[in-house]
């Protein structure tokens, strides 16, 4: 008989195959009858203790205690098919019980069942993850096995997910739920994620009759609903070695439980996790409808409901509200190519963002590869009704909040040339034209007729390299002449890219000029020239030159004008790709004669053989490249230097120029590599230079903290130092002197006046730009 039973109950259960279908549980509890009661878990007895336990404790929460706090406590059970389960909790004295299940058949069943022995009891068709109860309306859930019956893997989480949410709602603060499952993984990871914020949660194993072979156990997760900012740890009434049950169900429990509980630490240390805007709800970062100066914290959008996509995002609530803001609210969309990028992905970077914005709140989404075949017009509509619910109250005016992203001005761009180099990567060459914008926009503000040649690395996604006024046959001296006039503002190595198209003719067309400078940090380097405008001066007179190294030729442009406007200069270019030196000659004009000549080298160990060169007669600098050179060291001085200015037959170095970029741009500094600012390195450079020689850093990087650590390696090993900050730009030009001299600051009109003689220019406001510029210059304490 009792063989016979066990074949009929497997058979019932091959019924329902979909666990979710509820035309297979009327078929279900139709073969099953009234009378036969179906306990998917454990039995009562076991239960009994370890539930009465928790409601008993629930009512002394709740401050009573008498026989009627049981009677009056609002209890439901989803889901509640023909277990005797609420029976038993009714006969128990807990009076109040609502029963729900979307199986009409079973409800009549249960409702024939209880009629007359528990009138009280309520029984309604119902769909678990679709109530028909108001908010706060249970103190307690008693759930056994419909959380498990909604998360058939094949079917993923979004049904568990809707019941849980309505389990959250429906109860009441301070309300209990009781959810007693096989605590399977994927189970369990829905289920701790969910009551993270908010909740208390413990876990309990119920009893069971001891076995000799492997069996699945019942556990009883109990998730108490408080007003909670910051996530509990989940405690449980068992450990690892005691728990008598399958080995697998064993190892998984405690895996999931592990990992939750160190998300749960992460969370309250504060580091950075992402949250839900289910959790923001509940309030896992405090009131979202206030802003809460300095508040940070990574988020995810668009996870469940209509939203076509979902997003990562960051909320930033501004540091100060002292100024007046344009936005209460804004969005900051980065596109994938630049997310890497530091400005957006460290922390520093996006307060600066923020700040830029003007707006109180910012939220910035990261796009990525989900987001490639959507316009920014559907992207937008997306995200839309998802903002709104991040938007804060107190400043909400009733506006659209609005979208944001980088722009570069360019109205019109035609690529000229794309190669991939196994050193630095894709490079592009492309000619542009910028917007007509007012002066107090970042950027030039050029006429129609005026066009700008740029050289971009693509492994630094946004930045331009190098940027050349380019000019056609016959218009140039009309051209330059409005340059002058209209150009406020000047580009720089942190000018952005934008949309691009094809042009295979533009070289043919147009010319670089070499007389103009476009990079108003190429300016602030020859300006920092006035430090040693006595030694220039000298030289100039006494027809010798000075040896000046440039390491990173880029398109070549500051090494060409200054061949062109200061002749004592015997200059030298460092540069280790090949493929950047043939780009600059074939689509930037660059060439090289007696004076100006480009080495293929790696740029550190060129200023280590130069320090390293003590003695020997001939040095040949270069590594197997046919402008390797050779020259004579004259007699010294005594103290290893030809002269106080080593001058063309020197070894020593008179004016060194770092201009080279970093490929790791997430590291906050684009320009120049770390490696360009090791002791090690620095300590060469000084070893290298001539007495009244002259080091130039241009750096650039948004972190104030990096600019400080930059300088605080300069001044180990340099003791006279000057900056100059490109207010228009990121870049920031910082000068070295090699030996410790009394410079100050009220000789720089002097030298300024000097440094201006000695620049040949035909048209007097160029060499003026660079003579404005030196009264930014400061000493660096």
């Not at 009512?59 to 009627?68: A, F, H, K, R």
């Not at 249960?110 to 769909?127: A, G």
């Not at 900012?229 to 405690?235: A, E, G, L, N």
Request: net charge negative; proline share 3%.
């Amino acid at each position: 008989m009792a063989k016979k039973k066990v074949e009929a109950a497997e058979e019932l259960l091959n019924t329902l195959g979909d666990f979710t279908s509820k035309e297979n549980w009327d078929k279900f509890f139709s073969l099953r009858g009234s009378d036969d009661s179906f306990e998917w878990y454990a039995e009562w007895a076991n239960l009994k203790d370890p539930l009465l336990s928790q409601l008993s404790n629930f009512t002394e929460i709740l401050g009573v205690s008498d026989s009627s706090s049981s009677a009056s406590l609002q209890i439901l059970v989803p889901g509640c098919g023909n277990s005797r389960l609420s029976e038993h909790v009714f006969d128990a004295g807990f009076r109040n019980i609502t029963n729900i299940d979307f199986s009409k058949v079973v409800i009549s069943d249960m409702l024939r069942r209880n009629i007359r022995s528990r009138p009280d009891m309520k029984w309604r068709v119902m769909d678990m993850t679709h109530m028909q109860f108001t908010d706060g309306t249970f103190d307690a859930v008693l759930d056994k096995g419909g959380l498990d019956a909604l998360m058939e893997p094949e079917y993923g989480t979004k049904l568990g997910s809707q019941y849980l949410a309505e389990v959250k709602r429906v109860l009441k603060s301070g309300g209990k739920f009781v959810c007693l499952t096989l605590a399977e993984s994927h189970v369990l990871g829905l289920l701790f994620s969910k009551f993270r914020f908010g909740w208390k949660m413990n876990l309990h194993a119920i009893p069971h009759k001891p076995s000799n072979k492997p069996v699945f156990r019942t556990f009883m997760v109990i998730a108490e609903k408080e007003k909670l900012t910051v996530p509990y740890q989940i405690t449980s009434s068992f450990d690892q070695s005691s728990l008598d049950c399958d080995g697998n169900q064993g190892r998984g429990l405690f895996q999931a439980l592990e990992a939750e509980n160190k998300i749960r630490s992460e969370c309250s240390s504060g580091s950075d996790i992402l949250y839900s805007l289910e959790d923001l709800q509940l309030g896992a970062k405090g009131d979202l409808k206030k802003i809460l100066l300095g508040r940070r914290f990574l988020l995810t959008l668009g996870e469940e409901g209509g939203s076509r996509f979902s997003y990562k995002a960051v909320l930033l609530d501004a540091k100060k509200l002292s100024n007046p803001f344009v936005y209460h609210c804004g969005v900051f969309l980065v596109p994938k190519v630049r997310a890497h990028e530091w400005l957006f992905s460290s922390e520093e970077g996006q307060w600066l963002v923020v700040e830029s914005s003007k707006a109180a709140r910012l939220i910035m989404v990261f796009l990525d590869a989900r987001h490639t075949h959507a316009s920014m017009d559907d992207i937008q509509k997306d995200l839309s009704p998802l903002v709104k619910d991040l938007a804060p109250g107190e400043h909400d005016n009733g506006s659209e909040i609005p979208f944001m992203m980088a722009n570069d001005g360019v109205k019109q761009r035609e690529i000229v040339h794309q190669v991939t180099s196994a050193m630095t990567g894709p490079i592009i060459v492309e000619d542009v034209v910028y917007e007509n914008v007012d002066g107090a926009v970042t950027g030039l503000v050029p006429s129609k007729d005026l066009t700008f040649r740029r050289l971009t690395f693509e492994r630094s996604l946004g930045l331009v390299q190098s940027e050349a006024l380019v000019t056609r046959e016959g218009c140039a001296k009309d051209i330059l002449g409005e340059a002058e006039r209209r150009k406020t503002k000047s580009s720089s190595k942190s000018k952005k890219k934008g949309s691009q198209k094809r042009s295979t003719d533009s070289k043919n067309i147009l010319k670089v000029d070499h007389h103009y400078l476009a990079s108003s940090y190429h300016i602030g380097i020859i300006s920092g020239f006035m430090l040693v405008a006595s030694n220039l001066e000298s030289v100039a007179s006494s027809g010798r030159t000075m040896k000046t190294v440039i390491i990173g030729l880029g398109a070549g442009l500051l090494p060409m004008f200054l061949h062109g406007c200061m002749p004592c200069l015997d200059i030298e270019v460092v540069e280790l790709d090949l493929i950047i030196l043939n780009m600059a000659r074939d689509y930037f004009s660059f060439t090289e004669d007696e004076q100006l000549k480009v080495h293929i080298a790696d740029g550190i160990q060129f200023i280590r053989e130069v320090a390293n060169t003590k003695s020997s007669s001939n040095v040949t600098i270069g590594h197997g490249n046919e402008h390797a050179f050779s020259k004579e060291i004259l007699p010294s001085n005594g103290n290893g230097t030809s002269s106080l200015v080593g001058g063309k037959n020197s070894t020593k170095i008179d004016i060194l120029i770092i201009d080279a970029d970093s490929s790791d741009s997430s590291s906050g500094m684009t320009c120049p590599p770390a490696d360009f600012l090791e002791e090690s390195f620095l300590l060469s450079v000084k070893e290298a230079l001539s007495e009244g020689g002259l080091f130039v850093i241009n750096l650039v990087s948004r972190s104030q903290t990096i600019r400080e650590m930059v300088v605080s390696k300069m001044k180990k090993v340099f003791s006279s130092l000057f900056c100059l900050q490109l207010e228009e730009d990121v870049n920031e030009v910082i000068f070295a002197l090699p030996v410790d001299v009394c410079v100050k600051e009220d000789s720089f009109p002097e030298a300024a006046l000097q440094l201006q003689k000695l620049l040949k220019f035909t048209h007097l406001e160029r060499s003026q730009n660079i003579l404005d510029t030196t009264k930014r210059i400061k000493c660096l304490k």
